[in-house]
Every structure is written in C-alpha cells, then in structure tokens.
C-alpha cells in the first residue's frame, strides 16, 4: 500500500525530476513516505536517480536508520547485502533515469526522530507520512501542501539541494502508541467489581451454621 | 485484536477465580446465592475463553502479523484451510484450543447436573479449579496474543509436517479425548468431595467418558493416518512418545469403561473405579505435559520453558489431592461384595482391567524412562519399538481371550458345562482359521495365536447377534429391522460388541501390515520397469513445478496389477520459507493391500530412486477404527426406555436370552 504510494508520487513528481539540470550521477527525487502504525513506522524510500553521462556501475551504501528492521527490497537493486548500518549494492546506472526503492521500519513511539543521509547528492527530497493527527517536519526545508489521497490529507514537507553525505532529520509526532496496559486495567475492574459485589453479599447475608451443605436447591 | 484477547483471557482467569471463591463461600455458608454465582461463573469463563479464540481465529485469519503467534505459524501464501489449523500448530493456539474444549464441555457438563444436584457445586469447582490453570498458563506463560513492537512484513507459515488434512483434525479430536476426561473427572472428585461416594457419578460419567474415548479414538486413528501418508516411512505407529501420551488414557479410560459395568451392577472395585477414572484424567495432563513442555525433546528444553513447570505443578496438586481424597473418604466407597467365582464376567472384567492397566504403566515406563535416564546420566537412552512390542502383544492376545469368554459368563457363576457348550463352536472356528493360515505357510506363532483368537472373538460375537436376531425373528421382524432393534433395545452390549468387532478388523490389519509388509529401493531411468509383490511398476518422467512459498518435483509412475493399471505421483516438497522438504507419498489403497511409493531423489537427468511398500491389509486398520469409533457412538447414545405396555412379551424374552448373562 504505502509502496504503491511511493510510486505515485514518483510518476506525479516526474517532471520536476528530469526538469533538472545535468551535472553528475545525483538523486533527482528522493521520496520517503512513512507509515505511522502502531508502535513502529514502515518506511519506503524511492530514489529516481540520474546518469546524465555515459553508463556507470555504482556501489550504492544506504545507511538505514539505527534499529531499523525487516529491510524489503523493491526495486532496482541486483545484489544488495546487508551491513552493519544499512545494505550496499552494485547496480548499473544506463544513461537518464533509474528508480531505486526499498522499505524498512523503525521502532516508535508517540515521537519519532530519524536522520536520513544518502551517498549521493539530492535534488529535491519530498517527505510524506500517513497516520491520523500525526505532525511532521524536517531539520531544514519547508511543508508542502497536504497530499489528498483517498479521503486522507497526508502531510508533507519538502528539502532541495542536499548535500552526499549531508543528514536530514526528520521529526514525526503525534504518532499511534499501543497501550499494553489497557487489558490489565480492564480485567482489573472487573475484578474489582466481581470483589465488591461479593464482599456486599458476604455482608447482608451472614454465614449459616452448620457449615457444608448437600447443594441440592442451589441449582 | 490482541488487546481484546488478552483482555478475554485475564477477564477469564477472573471470573474463574471469582467463581472459586463463590462455590468454596457458597458451600461454607450453605448461600444458594453464592452457588449459583460460582454455577454462573463456568458460563462466563467459557464464554471469555470464546471471545479469545474468536479473537485469534480473526488474527489468524487477517493474518494480522503485530501477534507473534500469527507471525510464527502462518504467512501470506498459507492456505486458509491451515491458516486455520495454524490455530492448534503452535504451543499456546493448542493450549488455547484445549481451554476453549474445557469451555465447552463445562457448560454441557454444569447444565446437565441439575439432574446431580448435591454433585453440581463440587463438580463446578474442579472444573473452575481446571480453568484457572489453563487460563493462567495461557495468561502469563503462553499468551498467544504476545505481541511484536515491529511486526515482520510476513509470517515464518506452518511447519511444512502439518500442511496436511489429517494434522488439521489430528489435534482438535485428541483434545476433545484429552478434555473429554475432565468431566467425569470432576464428578468423580465431587462423589469424594461431597461424601456420597455413591453411583450417582458414575451414572453421569459414563457417557461422557464414551465421549472422551470416542474422541481419542478418533484422534489416534487421524493421527495414525498422517504419520502414514505424511512421514513417508511406510508406518503408522512408532511407539513415539506423542502417540504413546494419546495411547495411556485411552488404556486406562477403556479399563474405566468395563469396571464401571462390574460397579454399576455389583457395586464391586467402586474405588478401583474411581482411582481409574483420576487416573485417566492425570494421564490425560501427562499426554499434554509430555507434548507441550519441550521434555521430549530434551530435558534441557523443559528446564528452559515455564509452561512444563506449571503443568508439572498441576499435575502434581491434582494427583495428590484427588489421590490424597480417595485414600480418605475410601472407606466410605462402597465394596460390594467379593468376587463369588473365578468363571464369571466380574473376574473376566478385573482380569480385563488389570491387563490394560498393566499395559497402560508398561507403556508409561518406556515413555519416561529417556526422560529419567537423560536427567540422572545427561545421556538419553530411548526405548524403541522391540520393548513395546514384547510387552504389548502378549497383552493384546490375553485380552483377546477374554474378549472371547467374558461377554459370554454369567454375572456371579457361570455354569462351566453351559459356557463350553457355548464356546465349543467359536473355539472350533478359531482352531480351523488357525490351521487354514498355518497351511499357506505362514509358522510365525503370534499371528497363528492372533488369528485364533479374533475368529474366536469373532465367533462368539456372531453367536451373540445372532441369538438376539433369531428371537426377533421369530416374532415375525424382517433380519435388517431385527438386526437394528436388537442393537437399538441394548445399545450400551451391542455397542460394545461392535467396538469389540472393530478391534478384531483393527488387529487382523495391524498384524498384517507389520508381520508381512515387504520393502524395495529401485533407482530407475524413464520408462524402467521393476517388481513388488504382485504389481509392476514402470517409472512415467518427473517434472518440476513451482508454487507460491513451494518447490515441487513430481515423478509419475504407473502400477500394473495384472488386470488394471493406476498413475502414481510421489512428490517431493521444498517449502522455501521454512527451508525444509517433504514427502508426498503415493499410494494404492485396497482392501488387499497398500501400494506405497516414495520419491526418494531425483537426479538432474531424470533418474529417479523410489522406495516402494508393499504393506497389506492397512485399509483394515482404518476401518476397525470407524468401526470402533460406530460402536463407541452407538453405546454413548442414551438408553431407550419403552414403555412397560408397550415392550411386547418377547422383547423381554430376547433380554431373557441373549441377556440372561447380563443379570
């Protein structure tokens, strides 16, 4: 689903990507889209990157965000290996456009704070999240219009001109927490209600003499 | 989702607790108020243990992969039909599954006691004390709804072994056995509890004992059918330690099942009764210990899991304390009087239970002993197939012996000159069957003993049948009708004799299948030809194929019998998520015998090796169990109770008859 965003994204934002202009092999478009579900975030990072030079074979080194989990990849990728901090890859850039894209999630709670830097220059880099009531903002750049996507406005914020190597902090709010303590404290109620509708009963009706009974109207 | 669970099953361990406390009040204080809370309670345990396994069928189903039992058992490619099954293919879904059962069977159970009233209170607190175990267990040691901060994009799937229709009903049916036996375990302890350690209980046990039995029947049986098509090595029965947790309550319930007529009837080994009946239940939780604490495995595994721990602990309290009640309120057990006579059906039934008890410890003792053995040397010494077997078949021909005689003694005396008149021809024909076999060259001792002894058995449950038919005949009653209401007018005797047919045809195959089972290994190139036993086998091609989470490499043969011709296609499975490979095994299934083909290898030139069984007479064995299974149905069914005008005069004739041994 949100990979499918990813993509949309992508193809309406094509424009200002190849609209460029041609220096060396960089990050056109960057675009993070970020899932805020419970607890934790999935996070898909599509890279239309351009070869405005003859073909080259890159050694890509994506550094993911500590803790991150569960790296999938999507596209564009031949041989990727996990390291220690991210994955790396060699892929072959034929001259103009090649989309790169992969997901991961990351532990959260009700804030979150990851910084994203990239071996290769960017252009523009477009961040957009989906989650009720969440806030999102980067260290530097400015927020965009909120993206409609089936009935929902997805908040977005928008960096030009980074720097390879350069870190982009990226700061969610307002993120969905599970509350592990909720079916505790539900039980704990009944509990407490069961414990005191007993001890009212143990009052109004004092104890019989002569102890154990046959039970036989009881039922 | 598993909030809600969670929720369900604390909510549960709560009202268990609650209705504790209410039924142990209610009966100190003599508050019918307070009884009818803890009666209530069982109702809304059940009805919480519902709502947490509605809520992990939802999971399961939704494939909803934040719980990480959903995550571990299941993946997006898993079909739904074990999607659903995944629901008992782990630790806590089983667990889980067996509280849901208990649920079931405790508002059967407590809604049914209005007719046991000075039972119901005692057999609503074992049932409430059985709950808040499980309930506990699954709460804070195996809570299926535990959940992953970060859930993984997919699942792990099911054990491939399990990806099997048999192993979807194999587990639900043996925990219906398992359960099964808690109810009338409960009522026993109430009978003790209570002090009227009278017949009451049993009167209400009984059936739901057929129940549990039926159950696990069924249950071994499943479980039998998918160690043969699924392991791929030609068996069915290993003594395993799984199977043998399956087979001791299943010994020790049946030894209940006969006892229990001698108790009813005679008031005799009512203690012996009610100790079988603990003991049915203590292995019943032995069964589930042994195959949920890791202990099989190893003892290190069980150190290492705190779910054993508690079961050990259960285990321990509820054998001390209903075995601590029995010694206690024994005397108060009624005797009855002694056994009159050697020849009569009261000792056949104690000779009956004493070989099935003894079977049921002979077979615990070779479960445990690796267990004990690995814990006082760290080194496991297993005990094989040999040990149960030299155990277990002189068992099984005495058993058979008294199959033959004991239906047909008299209660009290039997008349030695009437019972050899009686056995002359059934014996006779089991002598002839013995000398037809023996003459086409089989010499093995034990099948000439076994063949014997079933046409022997055989005979004298023919005699029965056939001396109830004949006086209904006589009475103008066409043979089908006569036959049925023969059956339908004493379903508990003729239910009996039918379990009792059953496992003669379950014995003739088992004794078959594994006496005379033949085996060859062939490797063979495309269009090879080899031989077994009466069939031909020529060797078609192999072919790949590729599924979802799957690999799969088929090799089609055709077998040829002399008259007809079928395909065979052994596969082999590599489930890629698991990294593991199966067998699919191939077989030709007749009454006669069992065509059994495994792939074994398959080379990249198409040249493939097959291990190739002949196993006779194995639909037998799968047959004598339904068979079992009918006749367990049919002696479960409630007892039809005409109206005195309007039994005729020769129903009563017929009692008098085929019956007159039963009075």
Request: include cysteine.
């Amino acid at each position: 689903m949100i990979y499918a965003l990813v993509l949309i994204l992508a193809l309406s934002s094509v424009t200002s990507a190849t609209s460029a202009p041609r220096t060396d092999v960089a990050i056109g478009l960057l675009l993070i889209a970020v899932d805020a579900q419970r607890d934790h975030l999935r996070i898909s990072e599509a890279l239309r990157i351009s070869n405005p030079g003859r073909e080259a074979v890159v050694d890509l080194r994506i550094t993911l965000p500590p803790a991150s989990q569960y790296v999938t990849f999507h596209r564009g990728l031949v041989r990727p290996s996990e390291t220690d901090d991210g994955f790396r890859d060699r892929i072959r850039l034929p001259p103009g456009l090649t989309e790169v894209a992969y997901s991961y999630a990351l532990p959260s709670n009700r804030r979150a704070t990851f910084i994203r830097s990239f071996p290769l220059p960017i252009r523009r880099m477009e961040i957009v999240a989906r989650g009720r009531g969440i806030s999102l903002r980067a260290g530097r750049g400015q927020p965009l219009a909120p993206l409609a996507v089936a009935g929902e406005h997805l908040p977005r914020w928008e960096v030009r001109t980074v720097r390879a190597g350069e870190g982009i902090t990226v700061v969610l709010a307002g993120l969905p927490v599970s509350r592990p303590w909720l079916p505790y404290a539900a039980a704990a109620v009944l509990a407490a209600a069961l414990a005191v509708s007993l001890c009212i009963r143990l009052t109004r009706a004092p104890a019989r003499t002569g102890g154990v009974i046959a039970g036989s109207q009881n039922f | 989702m598993a909030d809600l669970g969670t929720f369900a099953l604390l909510a549960a361990l709560v009202v268990a607790l609650y209705g504790i406390v209410t039924g142990v009040l209610g009966l100190r204080r003599g508050d019918a108020v307070l009884l009818r809370a803890a009666h209530r309670s069982v109702t809304a345990w059940a009805a919480f243990i519902a709502l947490a396994s509605g809520a992990l069928f939802v999971a399961l189903v939704s494939r909803d992969f934040s719980i990480r039992y959903v995550a571990e058992t299941t993946n997006r490619s898993l079909p739904l039909i074990y999607t659903i099954s995944a629901f008992w293919g782990g630790h806590a879904g089983s667990l889980l599954l067996w509280a849901f059962v208990l649920g079931a069977y405790a508002v059967a159970a407590t809604h049914g006691l209005r007719r046991a009233p000075s039972l119901a209170p005692y057999v609503t607190l074992v049932l409430l004390s059985t709950a808040a175990f499980f309930t506990a267990t699954l709460a804070f040691s195996s809570n299926p709804f535990s959940t992953f901060q970060v859930p993984p994009p997919d699942g792990r799937g099911l054990n491939p072994l399990l990806r099997n229709p048999w192993m979807a009903v194999h587990p639900p049916a043996l925990y219906l056995g398992f359960v099964g036996m808690t109810v009338p375990f409960a009522l026993a302890l109430a009978s003790l509890l209570s002090g009227r350690a009278d017949q009451e209980w049993l009167a209400l046990a009984r059936r739901w004992v057929l129940t549990a039995w039926v159950f696990l029947t069924l249950g071994l049986l499943f479980g039998a059918k998918w160690s043969y098509v699924v392991l791929g090595w030609g068996g069915y029965w290993a003594w395993d330690p799984v199977e043998n947790a399956a087979l001791m309550p299943w010994l020790t319930s049946t030894a209940f099942l006969h006892s229990i007529q001698i108790t009813q009837r005679t008031g005799l080994l009512a203690g012996w009764t009610t100790a079988l009946m603990l003991v049915s239940f203590a292995l019943s939780i032995l069964g589930t210990f042994l195959t949920r604490s890791g202990v099989l495995s190893s003892v290190h595994a069980f150190a290492n899991s705190t779910v054993g721990l508690y079961f050990l602990i259960f285990l321990g309290v509820s054998v001390l304390v209903s075995f601590g009640l029995l010694l206690w309120r024994g005397r108060r057990v009624p005797g009855g009087d002694p056994v009159e006579s050697v020849l009569s059906r009261e000792a056949a039934f104690l000779a009956n239970n004493v070989l099935l008890v003894v079977a049921a410890a002979a077979v615990l003792f070779g479960t445990l002993f690796p267990i004990f053995a690995e814990a006082a040397t760290g080194d496991r010494i297993n005990v094989g197939p040999p040990y149960f077997n030299q155990v277990i078949v002189p068992i099984v021909l005495l058993l058979l012996a008294l199959m033959a005689v004991g239906p047909l003694l008299s209660w009290r005396r039997a008349d030695p000159a009437e019972l050899t008149s009686t056995l002359t021809g059934p014996a006779a024909g089991g002598l002839l069957v013995a000398a037809a076999i023996a003459a086409l060259g089989i010499r093995n001792v034990s099948v000439l003993l076994l063949a014997a002894l079933c046409a022997f058995v055989a005979g004298t449950i023919v005699l029965e049948f056939a001396r109830g038919v004949r006086l209904r005949r006589t009475h103008g009653e066409a043979l089908p009708i006569a036959l049925v209401r023969l059956v339908d007018r004493n379903r508990r005797r003729y239910g009996g004799y039918i379990v009792h047919f059953g496992i003669l045809v379950m014995l003739v195959g088992i004794t078959a299948s594994s006496v005379f089972s033949t085996q060859t290994q062939a490797t063979l190139a495309q269009g090879d030809r080899m031989r077994i036993g009466r069939y031909e086998l020529r060797y078609e091609d192999a072919q790949g194929f590729r599924g979802p989470d799957l690999r799969m490499t088929a090799a089609r043969l055709t077998a040829f019998d002399g008259v007809s011709s079928t395909p065979l296609t052994p596969r082999h499975l590599y489930h890629e998520s698991q990294d593991e490979i199966t067998a699919e095994v191939a077989i030709r299934s007749t009454w006669r015998d069992d065509l059994y083909v495994v792939l074994i290898g398959l080379s990249a030139d198409r040249v493939a090796t097959f291990r190739v069984l002949l196993n006779p007479m194995v639909q037998w064995l799968w047959t004598g169990a339904l068979v079992i299974v009918f006749g367990g149905l049919i002696a479960a069914l409630p007892a039809r109770r005409p109206q005195e005008k309007e039994r005729p005069a020769y129903v009563e004739q017929t009692a008098v008859a085929a019956g007159s041994r039963i009075r």
